[in-house]
């Protein structure tokens, strides 16, 4: 479950951007342990490295974890695309609910009047590398 938490009339993982605009923040379950890693490789960002010891075959994440145990966002959010284009496919509102394409971001168009983006994440653990 992404929006849980209610902080001062306000939900954690819920924005809304306009009237008919929101973003939605969606929590994977990490199953392994990623942590931040800044190691110069893109300057000015932060990856995210398999860092719980076991072999990137154990984890469940392994089609979207690179042989030098980074995590992809690219591989991620391209399958999470297919998932939520399959999702709309098969919806029983699918008449209502479009997904937008031309775009890198996952957004849906609700009965062509509202706009919801929904982007994968992760919650991690430890300091924001302080180049990034």
Not at 44 to 65: N, P, Q, T, Y
Not at 116 to 124: A, D, G, L
């Amino acid at each position: 479950h992404s929006v849980k938490d209610e902080m001062n009339g306000r939900f954690e993982g819920l924005d809304v951007i306009s009237p008919c605009e929101f973003e939605v923040v969606l929590y994977l379950n990490q199953m392994g342990v990623f942590n931040f890693v800044d190691d110069g490789s893109l300057p000015g960002c932060a990856v995210l490295k398999l860092s719980d010891g076991r072999k990137r075959s154990m984890s469940l994440w392994v089609e979207f974890i690179t042989a030098s145990g980074y995590l992809s966002a690219r591989k991620i959010r391209s399958r999470f695309q297919t998932l939520v284009a399959q999702a709309c496919d098969k919806c029983a509102y699918r008449d209502s609910v479009k997904m937008i394409a031309d775009t890198t971001e996952v957004k849906l168009r609700i009965r062509e009047r509202f706009v919801v983006q929904i982007t994968p994440s992760f919650k991690c653990s430890g300091v924001w590398p302080r180049s990034a």
